[in-house]
């Protein structure tokens, strides 16, 4: 069966535009690799999301927004999206090896963490060199680790850990942060988080286990080995566009280039939220994207098909 709009991604952009697009009584067909919830299903808790003063618990939210897209009648399956071809007036949407046809497509596949690319790291990888702090977090329990970043995300990660560790080392490459005020205050009050700035991390040792890392002073040049149980990377991210190859011009830096109404060169291909070439992104921004899309989604749908 032909599906209306295929969506790639089931974070805050793809599950808002499926809510918009089910909402219209179109047919949604909605795949992510690890289900849905995106990078905003492993924040702890989003502060500056609408509607919540106290803050609210990344998880909890994507919960509603998947029970919302469900709700509405969208299809929310496991899969990766290899390749989108378009043929005719069809999308051609290989999902895991299998083939779907669809008469738009979303692209809404975020962005993954980017990798240090030091000495032990990939070896070390799931034996303490960890990427997400709410997934791998508690096994952490009164251990030391260390926090490498000066974004929101490792601002976020770090005040995170501290409800396990027993100290949290936050090593950054410079001596101001990248991250928001509100965030970079809370870090300060922290009692329990230890700033290393001005500092970069050049191996990581351990024998089978994370032991330690090497860390370089980039003002002095002096070297010193820190003895951590784990470390948490959160040195920005790589957008996902492997299959817009053909299809979606982007930026130097990999973003998609879209115009207002989320469309790309392609017709019926729409690109939302983190992937995109844009000033801010956050939950918020990824939402506003996701709405755009669904309501243009709908108007080409009707304009080419109806
Ligand atoms: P980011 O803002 O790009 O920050 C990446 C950090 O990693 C920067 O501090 C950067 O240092 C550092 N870095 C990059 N390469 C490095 C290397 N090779 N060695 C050491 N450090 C390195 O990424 P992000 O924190 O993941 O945030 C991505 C977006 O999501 C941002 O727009 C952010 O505001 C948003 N976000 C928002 C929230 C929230 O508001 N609650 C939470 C998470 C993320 P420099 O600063 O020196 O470049």
Redesign the pocket.
């Known amino acids: 069966m032909v599906q209306d709009v295929i969506i790639a991604g089931g974070g805050p952009a793809g599950l808002t535009a499926a809510i918009y697009t089910a909402r219209a009584g179109l047919k949604v067909k909605v795949v992510d690799p690890v289900g849905a919830g995106g990078?905003a299903g492993n924040?702890s808790v989003?502060?500056?999301y609408p509607g919540f003063p106290n803050g609210v618990s990344g998880p909890e939210l994507m919960g509603f927004m998947i029970d919302q897209a469900k709700g509405f009648g969208a299809e929310i399956d496991f899969g990766e999206v290899t390749k989108i071809q378009k043929q005719g007036s069809l999308f051609k949407v290989t999902v895991d090896g299998k083939d779907y046809e669809a008469r738009s497509v979303v692209w809404a596949a975020g962005?993954s963490?980017?990798s240090?690319?030091v000495p032990g790291e990939v070896e070390l990888k799931g034996r303490g060199v960890s990427y997400c702090a709410i997934c791998d977090g508690p096994l952490f329990r009164n251990k030391v680790v260390a926090v490498?970043?000066?974004?929101?995300?490792?601002?976020?990660g770090a005040q995170f850990l501290t409800g396990y560790a027993q100290q949290v080392i936050l090593?950054?490459?410079?001596d101001?942060?990248?991250?928001?005020l509100a965030?970079v205050n809370r870090v300060m009050d922290n009692p329990r988080i230890t700033l290393k700035l001005n500092s970069?991390?050049e191996a990581m040792k351990g024998d089978g286990l994370l032991e330690s890392l090497v860390v370089k002073n980039v003002k002095t040049g002096e070297i010193e080995e820190v003895e951590v149980d784990g470390v948490f990377l959160?040195?920005?991210?790589i957008p996902n566009t492997a299959p817009l190859e053909g299809l979606a011009v982007l930026t130097p830096n990999g973003y998609v280039k879209t115009e207002d109404d989320m469309s790309t060169v392609t017709p019926g291909l729409f690109v939302a939220g983190?992937v995109r070439d844009k000033l801010?992104?956050?939950?918020a921004t990824a939402v506003g994207d996701g709405a755009v899309a669904g309501w243009s989604v709908e108007k080409y749908i009707i304009e080419n098909f109806r």
Request: charge should be positive; hydrophobic fraction near 30%; avoid cysteine.
């Open positions: 990078q924040t989003i502060y500056n962005t963490p980017r240090l690319g490498v970043g000066g974004g929101d995300s490792a601002l976020t090593l950054h490459r410079r101001e942060f990248r991250a928001g965030n970069v991390v959160y040195v920005g991210s983190d801010l992104r956050q939950v």
